[in-house]
């Protein structure tokens, strides 16, 4: 459906933007184009303030301005469908748009406009129709999100989003660093732990290294002297050490006391020591003397340093001495005690190698315990990689497996969507032909009456099952050079048509059904005999192909082949099937691989030299292929590859030079053509992979069976192998047949049969099927198992593996092309096994492998059973056969044939000639006798010519009965010629001698003549022949094309005529004219004439005079109706065409003349060239001629001079009218002459059809009989003696007139010529050619007269078919000129009838003396008064007054409330007056007569204390009162919104203030509106001059705008959210405080009610009901119940609410009033802002951000100003305007009880 919505919002209504199915629900989603829709049908006039925008504002204004139109139109259309299509819910707009679609087309044929359907609509259903869009405008706003909203939601989501990435990258970056640390110090503590352990061992080792090498030496006596001197020297360094320490310091001291002196010195010069010092900066004196000085202190330093030094030496010279001395005496000592050392170091040194081999195996034993551990950690670890690897693997293979599953998938999905398009492609071709079919269909039925003929329903049908299309697509007349594809596809349909005429024409079915008259009559048989002679020349000119080669293979005793794609499990259960059955299992993969491999081993074959000699001879000599080592070679095709070529050519034959000779095998040379075609790159073709499976079953032993493994893959490889098992080669069997083209007109029963083709090859075809999902889940299966069970399968090599892991996963890459190469192979394999062959076996693979294998091997020994079956019963029917013929008597011998009597032979040609042309004039007579009787025969009444010719039987027979026809077809030709001879007195033949009754010729016993034919006439005969049927065909197809096309021809001719009658018959007069004239005279009468009896009748005589002035016009319109019909009639158009028609109909006879004449002259030249005689040469005088229908008075052009033509017959007037009326004339009951005359043309007409077809017939018959005459004299001229035959060698060939002197001379010669003596032999063969001539005439003959029957036939069904076709055409044309003649006389009828209803009309008018306001109509047939349209207007209705608006007790009207808007205003713009001021003001309207027009009257009677008394209940919290609130209050009554309406209108006021100013202008406020609309509905009275009732709910929103706008700017603009805050007051102050912070925060605040309770006289109730007052609010329901406690959850009030804010509800105002003029400049200071400041700084909001309402309303200070705030609090008026009325009405009480009194 969206595909045809889309057409049509494209192509009809051309929206501006083009749409797709795809995005329908995008494009529409935001109403523009549904008001571009709309507003292209004149629907939507504002049109213009559509938004394309897709925002929420753009989409609220778009659907807002739709709902009216399309409630307008019908189509229902609510928010539920508009918040569907602007949330693009699937289905929404494509519903809508069908449901638009059918109002469009409602309204598009009403002819109305979106105006008037608008105002035709009643007015109290618009009414409702409004509310209803009002209510529907403010629910949708309620629906659609606003785009502030939308925006703030997409940027918060887009923070989200944002602030999570970057918090997971923060986390991710903190984890990899702690990460990063830990890895650091793991690191770190392990390189510790490693140091520890190593500092350990090497401390271990060095302390056993010390241990084993301490030596126990006995402890030496202390030296004291050594010690002492030591002691000494150390003293003496560390006391030389601190005296040059001290004296380093001494100097360091003196020199730092020195510098001091110097700075001191230099702190306090004087005068003349620093002019001193200026004047000897440049003295060379002082400057010699610090040279000096630093001379001197450099030479003591350096004298010092050397001291220094010296003194250093001598120290390290004393301490060198010393240690000498040590050493000394320490060598001395060791070289005391060496002997005791060397003992006790070998001890030591035993137990230390003790101790190492201790330490060693210690070690030792560690080492091993280290290394068992290593060990068993690496294989643990090994464990663990390949385990990692194996999860690895794992993941990859489920990734391959989905990703290969996606691949495949996609290729199904592809494959699913090409399928789904070429069937729905093809479903729409269809569709489109079924349209066609059927508007066609409508199309015939309104052009023929719902008489659609048959003939054209059939060719649709035609058509229309051949896949064509029924309407004309191009046109093909002149035939162009080029064709296009429109005019390729007409003339396939026409060459369609064409063929199925002929073929109806040829087998008289359909149209060319025998009629009644020739029902009972029999078809024209077969001419058997010009079968056989085209098939005979056929075979001489083109001789039939040799028989095919058939292989010799051994009869196996099983033979199949399992197919199935890639896992299904073939070679699982062929394995099981080989065990269990002992077959063999021959796979084509395997085949090749032991081929090359065969190759690669020189596998040979040794021969004798001999046997390859003689093999080679063989093969010269016979031309035929033959087989090469057991191999069927297979016969390649002409347009195989060059590989096929190579594999075909012949091997060389190696040079033999010993007496045996070793070549290479079969199967080594195929295995050698493969690998060289591998090694190229190249696939191995069909043909060899054929070769080396037969090779393979060749090698198969004769006792087992074989089955091939997943072969053949292709359907090219399964006719390969078929023909290579079978010889058999269907390609070649259906396309070449026989090389010549078989005749269509004739057959011969005779010709030899095609062989039937030979069984199957193989036994049986069994497919594995299985689903794609499943062959990929096997395969990953497969792959997945391959590593596993690698391990567990110790026996196979490690190759063995690597060998399967590599086919794994080359079937893992190939596996989704050898699925799809199954699948494109399979349907055409499919077709193959099942259809064709029908051997198809298919078996469920998806279930286990037992499962499989068991069904597998059931359907196995099935076909056993099954092929066991078929041997035996072979073997039991060739027995029965053998039994039959044994059984069988043997034939008797045929009886002699009678003698033949001298006398038959003495007959004149003439008689033979008369019998013979009367024997066939009464056969063509005889329309209802057999076919054949009588042919062959000239008026013979033998048996022979009873037989039937029809019957077909074997050629065999025929052959074997040859020599049993020679005696009778003796006597057939002595009886011919005993007719040939005249005699005075004719003698009755001697009756034949009793016999089997002799064999008709072309009969199944008949015994055709074989005798040589010269080569020329064959070549000659065919093509002649294919000329004949090709224009024989072409020809007939040509006329019935145009028979056809003449048929639709007279239905639009006879359509067009009666459109342009009944156009013709309603065409314009000028009758309304004089009606219309009469009309504005009638009405222009004068008032005072209206009554007068004269002036009446005057009226009535001009009524009398119009009604024959329109009578006159309807009499002329008739006569010129009836002459136009006449004028159709008389035209020559139906002539014409019958004329046509007889023509194509004449066209047909002369074809078949033409034909026969041309078989005539065929089967001449056919006998003529067996008897071995010239074909004779065509005449010039030409064929027969059928004469045509002369359609034009003038001469005939010269080029169709030779054409006969026949002039039409024009029937003369006085036959016309002396004809007896026919049987249609007298039931119309009056004479049409025109129809008369029509119907004695056709009466002529058809007498000429039957003329032609007689002399067509008498033309058949005479050529058979010259035919006749021809042969007889031909026999007598060579029966005649060699001497007269050379006096008159030219008199043979004339008429039997001619011979008579000849013979007569003969005659008399006779005697003097001595006879010929003649042998036996020459007597016997003498004979022969007399039989053989003799039989030849009867053959030739029986072919000529079967062909005149059959023609004759063909011409009287031509007869017939053209007179019904005539009377056919005849009927409809006639049909529509009495329909013509009827339309005619309802048309007059129905004027005369509405001139009568208009007479009617203006007597009626006359007598009532009313005049006719409305127009009269009289159009042609129909009268009618046009109530649209009044001649003279009517009166002007009276203008209402205005409303007013009427006063009701205490509340003040519109007007009032305007008044003192516009004094207050005045006074105190801002809106506060003090309350002794607004006292004051009051008292004087009252008081002073001011308000009589400001106030109701009720407010005047007030008195001061009940004015205080209100200015007190305006007086809450300050000294002033609000002058609004005071109008608010006094404007009631008016509905008091709920919470939920203030909130919703607040959403409405800032949705509309796109700007964010918080005011809005009367536009968008009026745009807006409130919680209550101005539509009411007011009932209009129905007297014109009262008032309408006054609207007061609609000048209440008016004036609220006035109350609150601010008129200083332009234009003004208004505060809604101030003006809400009015609003939200409250006959309860807390409540009205709630509401206030409600509006504030712009949702529900939900609060704690404690001990709430309402006086009942603080609810207000307004006295009238008419809206909805504050008695109906909830709320105050609520607040009449009883008390209540509501505990608030803490999750709620949530919201944040600011300082100004807050502000705005609680305005506290300072002591300052509103009357003086400097007032308005004056900034008014709220008192709670220094208060709501501290309060958010305890809170904890320091720098006074917003807060969440539920922590302000904690606050204390909040809480007390919830309770104690009164500003928003509704005061109550209405108590003290009641006492008013109360004490008035006692008032007027006493007042009239003392008037009574007085």
């Given amino acids: 459906m969206s595909d045809i919505v889309c057409r049509w919002l494209n192509q009809e209504v051309k929206l501006s933007r083009t749409v797709s199915p795809k995005a329908l629900e995008k494009d529409f989603s935001n109403g523009f184009l549904l008001g571009e829709l709309l507003h292209k049908h004149e629907l939507q006039d504002d049109f213009p303030l559509f938004s394309e925008g897709r925002v929420s504002n753009a989409k609220l204004n778009n659907f807002s301005r ?59 259903p618009a009414k409702l129709q409004n509310m209803k869009s009002e209510i529907y405008r403010e629910r949708l706003k309620n629906l659609v999100p606003r785009q502030t909203d939308l925006n703030l939601k997409r940027v918060s989501e887009k923070f989200q989003a944002k602030f999570k990435q970057m918090e997971e990258k923060i986390n991710r970056v903190h984890f990899e660093n702690v990460q990063k640390i830990q890895k650091l110090k793991e690191e770190q503590r392990v390189q510790d732990l490693e140091k520890q352990r190593l500092g350990r061992r090497r401390q271990h080792e060095m302390m056993a290294r010390i241990q084993a090498a301490i030596l126990q030496i006995p402890k030496v006596l202390p030296n004291r002297t050594l010690k002492a001197i030591e002691r000494h020297k150390m003293l003496v360094k560390r006391k030389e050490a601190e005296d040059v320490l001290n004296e380093i310091k001494a100097f360091e001291l003196l020199i730092k006391r020195e510098i001091e002196a110097k700075d001191s010195a230099s702190k306090v010069p ?114 663990d990689r390949e385990a990692a690897l194996a999860r ?30 070429k069937h729905y492609l093809m479903c729409a071709e269809i569709l489109d032909h079924i349209i066609d079919f059927s508007t066609k269909v409508a199309d015939y039925r309104n ?83 010009l079968g056989h002679v085209l098939r005979t020349i056929n075979e001489k000119v083109h001789p039939p ?29 062929l394995k099981i099937l080989e065990e269990a059955f002992h077959i063999e299992i021959l796979s084509i993969d395997t085949l090749v691989q032991e081929a090359i491999q065969a190759f690669l081993i020189n596998e040979t074959v040794t021969e004798d030299l001999v046997d390859v000699q003689e093999k080679g001879e063989s093969e010269k000599e016979s031309p035929e292929p033959k087989e090469m080592a057991s191999v069927t070679t297979i016969h390649a095709k002409k347009d195989s590859r060059v590989e096929g070529e190579e594999l075909e050519k012949a091997q060389s034959v190696q040079d033999v030079k010993a007496s045996s000779m070793a070549r290479l095998s079969n199967r080594a040379q195929l295995g050698a053509k493969c690998e060289k075609l591998l090694k190229k790159g190249r696939s191995i073709p069909d043909v060899l992979l054929i070769q080396i499976m037969v090779d393979a079953i060749n090698k198969v032993p004769v006792e087992k069976g074989w089955i091939l493994d997943g072969f053949p893959m292709t359907v090219t490889q399964a006719k390969l192998l078929e023909e290579a098992l079978t010889g058999f080669n269907p390609d070649q069997h259906e396309h070449e047949g026989k090389n010549y083209k078989k005749s269509t007109l004739v057959y011969d029963p005779t010709a030899p049969k095609k062989p039937p083709p030979p069984p199957p090859a193989l036994d049986f075809a069994m497919l594995l099927d299985i689903t794609d999902t499943m062959v990929l889940n096997r395969v990953m299966g497969q792959e997945k198992s391959t590593p596993e069970t690698t391990f567990g399968m110790g026996s196979r090599s490690p190759e063995s593996f690597s060998e399967d892991k590599e086919k794994t996963e080359l079937l893992r890459d190939q596996i989704q092309h050898r699925i799809l190469g199954f699948l494109d192979n399979w349907p055409e394999l499919e077709t193959w096994f099942s259809e064709k062959q029908d051997i198809l076996i298919k078996v469920n693979a998806e279930v286990d492998k037992r499962t499989l294998s068991t069904k597998v091997q059931e359907y196995f020994i099935a076909e056993l059973r099954k092929k066991e079956a078929k041997a035996k019963k072979k073997l039991e029917e060739q027995e029965a056969e053998r039994k039959k ?12 044939p009678p003698p033949e009597p001298e006398k038959e032979k003495e007959h004149s040609p003439k008689e033979a000639k008369g019998k013979g042309g009367k024997g066939k004039t009464s056969e063509a007579g005889k329309t209802q006798s057999p076919p054949k009787e009588g042919k062959g025969k000239k008026g013979e009444t033998s048996p022979k010519g009873k037989e039937d010719g029809r019957t077909q039987s074997p050629p065999k027979e025929g052959k074997e009965k040859k020599g049993e026809t020679s005696p009778k077809d003796k006597g057939k030709g002595s009886d011919k010629k005993s007719s040939g001879k005249k005699s005075p007195v004719e003698e009755s033949p001697p009756p034949p001698p009793p016999g089997p009754p002799p064999i008709k010729p072309g009969s199944e016993e008949w015994v055709y003549v074989d005798e040589p034919l010269a080569p020329e006439i064959p070549q000659y005969l065919v093509p002649y022949w294919e000329t004949i049927e090709n224009s024989y065909i072409n020809t007939i197809k040509a006329i019935l094309r145009q028979i056809r096309d003449e048929r639709h021809s007279v239905l639009y001719y006879l359509h067009d005529i009666r459109l342009n009658y009944q156009e013709y018959l309603q065409r314009p007069d000028h009758k309304q004219e004089f009606v219309s004239q009469w009309q504005t005279d009638f009405n222009n009468l004068p008032d005072d004439l209206w009554d007068d009896e004269e002036t009446k009748a005057e009226l009535h005589q001009r009524v009398n005079d119009l009604r024959d002035r329109l009578w006159d016009i309807c009499d002329t319109r008739k006569e010129e109706a009836e002459q136009e019909r006449v004028d159709i009639v008389d035209e020559s158009w139906l002539q014409d065409h019958l004329g046509m028609l007889m023509n194509h109909f004449f066209s047909l006879m002369q074809v078949e003349i033409n034909r026969f004449q041309d078989t005539k002259r065929l089967l001449q030249d056919y006998y003529r060239g067996i008897e071995g005689k010239i074909p004779m040469e065509i005449s010039k005088r030409g064929g027969t001629r059928v004469p045509l229908v002369n359609l034009d008075d003038d001469d005939v052009p010269q080029i169709y001079s030779k054409i006969p033509v026949v002039p039409r017959r ?28 029509l119907e004695l043309k056709y009466e002529g007409d058809e007498k000429t059809v039957v003329n032609v077809w007689q002399g067509a017939n008498s033309a058949i018959n005479h050529m058979v009989n010259a035919e006749i005459h021809l042969k007889n004299l031909e026999d007598e001229k060579e029966n005649m003696p060699d001497e007269d035959k050379e006096k008159s060698p030219q008199q043979g060939g004339k008429g039997g007139r001619h011979a008579k002197k000849p013979e007569k001379k003969k005659k008399a010669a006779s005697p003097e010529v001595s006879p010929v003596v003649l042998t036996p032999e020459e007597l016997e063969e003498l004979e022969k050619k007399k039989e053989l001539k003799i039989k030849i005439k009867d053959e030739h003959l029986a072919a000529l007269q079967c062909e005149a029957q059959a023609t004759q036939f063909r011409l009287e069904l031509i007869k017939a078919k053209a007179l019904a076709h005539m009377e056919e055409l005849l009927k409809r044309a006639v049909d529509v000129y009495k329909l013509m003649d009827k339309w005619l006389g309802a048309r007059y009828l129905a004027e005369m009838a509405s001139v009568e209803k208009l007479t009617e009309v203006a007597h009626y008018h006359i007598e009532t003396s009313t005049r006719i306001q409305h127009e009269l109509i009289l159009n042609g047939e129909d009268f009618y008064i046009n109530g649209d349209v009044k001649v003279f207007p009517d009166p002007a209705p009276p203008i209402r007054p205005p409303p007013v608006e009427k006063e009701m007790n205490t509340y003040l009207t519109i007007k009032q409330l305007n008044t003192l808007r516009k004094e207050f205003m005045e006074m105190a713009p801002k809106g506060y007056l003090g309350n002794k001021h607004f006292t004051d003001i009051l008292y004087d309207l009252v008081t002073l007569n001011l308000g009589t027009n400001h106030l109701p009257e009720a407010w005047l009677h007030l008195i001061l204390p009940e004015l205080q008394e209100l200015t007190s209940l305006l007086t809450v919290n300050s000294e002033f009162v609000d002058w609004r609130k005071f109008l608010l209050v006094v404007s009631q009554p008016w509905p008091l919104p709920s919470e939920e309406e203030l909130l919703e209108t607040l959403e409405r006021f800032k949705a509309i203030d796109e700007a964010g100013k918080g005011t809005v202008t009367l536009q968008q406020y009026e745009q807006v509106g409130l919680w209550f609309t101005g539509d009411v509905y007011i009932k209009i009275p129905e007297d014109p001059y009262e008032p309408l009732p006054f609207n007061r709910a609609e000048h209440l929103i008016e004036f609220f705008f006035d109350l609150f706008a601010d008129f200083q700017k332009d234009p003004p603009e208004l505060d809604y959210f101030q003006m809400l805050l009015y609003f939200a007051c409250h006959p309860n102050a807390v409540e009205g405080v709630y509401r206030a912070l409600s509006l504030a925060i712009g949702t529900h605040v939900f609060r704690k009610v404690e001990t709430l309770a309402v006086a009942e006289n603080q609810v207000m109730t307004p006295s ?72 958010y700084k305890v809170i904890g909001s320091n720098n006074l951000e917003p807060v969440e309402l539920a922590t302000l309303l904690k606050h204390p200070f909040i809480q007390n100003l919830l309770l104690t705030y009164k500003e928003y609090k509704l005061p109550n008026i209405k108590g003290i305007l009641q006492r008013v009325d109360q004490l008035q009405v006692l008032s007027e009480g006493e007042q009239k009880m003392i008037e009574e009194k007085k």
């Avoid at 390290?316 to 005391?336: G, V």
């Avoid at 095919?548 to 259960?573: A, E, H, N, R, Y």
């Avoid at 003086?1716 to 400049?1721: A, D, K, V």
């Fill in 545 to 573: 192909p040799p028989a095919p080669f058939v292989p010799q293979i051994p009869s196996f005793s099983t033979k199949g082949c399992m197919l199935g794609k890639t896992c299904s499990g073939k070679t699982s259960c």
């Fill in 1664 to 1735: 009238y009901t008419d809206t909805v007052t504050i008695e109906e609010l909830p709320e105050v329901e609520e607040l009449k119940e009883e008390k209540e406690r509501i505990i608030v959850p803490e999750f709620l009030n949530k919201e944040t609410i600011s300082i100004p804010t807050l502000l705005k509800v609680f305005q506290g105002i300072k002591d300052a009033q509103d009357n003086h003029r400097f007032f308005e400049n004056e900034k008014i200071e709220n008192t709670f802002s220094e208060v709501f400041k501290t309060v």
């Fill in 885 to 896: 013929k044994e059984e069988a008597p043997p034939p008797e011998p045929p009886p002699p």
């Fill in 270 to 383: 004087t005068a003349g020591q620093t002019t001193a010092d200026l004047l000897s900066t440049y003295s060379d004196e002082e400057y010699m003397k610090k040279i000096q000085k630093r001379l001197e202190e450099d030479t003591l330093a350096r004298e010092q340093r050397e001291k220094r030094r010296r003194k250093l030496l001598m120290d390290q010279l004393i301490a060198h001495e010393a240690q000498e001395e040590a050493y000394r005496e320490e060598q001395l000592i060791n070289r005391l005690m060496r002997q005791s050392q060397q003992e006790r170091r070998i001890a030591v040194q035993l137990m230390h190698v003790r101790h190492e081999k201790e330490v060693l195996w210690q070690n030792r034993v560690f080492r091993e315990k280290q290394y068992e551990e290593r060990r068993l950690k690496d294989f643990q670890d090994a464990l």
């Fill in 392 to 421: 690895q693997a794992k993941l990859e293979h489920e990734e391959q497996a989905q990703k290969e599953v996606e691949i495949h998938e996609r290729i199904t999905a592809e494959r699913a969507q090409a399928r789904y398009k």
């Fill in 66 to 124: 739709l709902e009216p139109t399309f409630q307008l139109l019908g189509v229902q259309f609510d928010q539920n469908v508009a918040q569907n299509i602007m949330t693009e819910k699937h289905g929404s707009v494509t519903k809508l748009l069908y449901q638009l679609y059918i109002a469009l087309q409602k309204k598009k044929k009403s002819g109305l406009t979106g105006v008037a359907m608008q105002t035709m609509r009643p007015l109290a």
């Fill in 447 to 529: 052009l023929t009456h719902n008489l659609i003929p048959v003939k054209i329903m059939r060719d649709w049908k035609e058509l229309f099952f051949s896949g064509k299309p029924i309407y004309e697509q191009a046109s093909i007349e002149p035939l162009p050079t080029r064709f296009t594809s429109e005019q390729l596809i007409e003339l396939s349909k026409r060459s369609l048509l064409d063929d199925n005429d002929y073929e109806e024409y040829k087998t008289f079915t359909g149209e060319w059904t025998l009629p009644e008259e020739m029902a009972e009559a029999s078809l024209p048989p077969n001419n058997n005999i």
């Fill in 1210 to 1237: 024009v029937p003369s007037p006085d036959g016309i009218i002396n004809k007896p009326k026919s049987k249609v004339s007298l039931k119309r009951g009056r004479t049409d002459h025109c129809i008369e005359a």
